[in-house]
Structures are given as C-alpha cells and as structure tokens.
Nanobody, 121 residues
C-alpha cells in the first residue's frame, strides 16, 4: 500500500509564506507526476501545481509567480513553497502521486489526507 502524508499547513497572515511537504511511503517502484490540489469550502478540488518525474512543472494561473513546486525523488517527497499568500488561498491542500508499485504495474493515483491552509486578511 502507498501512503502520502502532507504537513506544513497552518494559519498565516495575508502576504505571508508557507511551505507544504508531502512524504510518500510504501511499496513504490516509481512515482511519475506529483501534484498539489486544493479544495475550499463549497468549491471543487482544483489543481494548484504539478511536477513530473523529470522536473517539468505546471501551475494554475492562481499560483503563478507566487507558488513553487519541487520534489526530491530520492526521498519521495513533494514540496510547495507558497509566497504572498492571499485569503483566497485558504483551502485544504492535498498531495497526489501517480505511482507504479512494480515495473509492469499500472499507474495508480494516490491522495494524501490533506492539510489546512488558512490565510487571514
């Protein structure tokens, strides 16, 4: 089984910064694309940023210029550096990883349990 555990959420004032981390563990042959998603109350879950195994990144417009996604493949960890936070960034942030548990196994998406980010005005 594969587990993803997020950390680093919390309460921050507008304009502040937070760094989220996501640690993957379990039976893992390779992790392909990893990503951060968020879900605010009453809204659908949305992509924040994603990064491939090779380091190619993709950002939602809402985070461009403020958020930086990175990963450490050896440690099986994903990060999200968030700067210039706004109240509208308030949400539960989830980590997702596309995992192969064996060379010929199908790719399966796993999700973390989420970490709350609250930005006060």
């Amino acid at each position: 089984q594969v587990q993803l555990v997020e950390s680093g959420g919390g309460l921050v004032q507008a304009g502040g910064s937070l760094t989220l981390s996501c640690a993957a563990s379990g039976i893992i042959f390779r992790i392909n694309t990893m990503g951060w998603y968020r879900q605010a109350p009453g809204k659908q879950r949305e992509l924040v940023a994603a990064i491939t195994n090779g380091g190619n990144t993709n950002y939602a417009d809402s985070g461009k210029g403020r958020f930086t996604v990175s990963r450490d493949n050896a440690k099986k960890q994903l990060y999200l550096q968030m700067n210039s936070l706004k109240p509208e960034d308030t949400a539960v942030y989830y980590c997702k990883a596309a995992v192969l548990i064996a060379p010929t196994a199908p790719e399966i998406d796993y999700w973390g349990q989420g970490t709350q980010v609250t930005v006060s005005s």
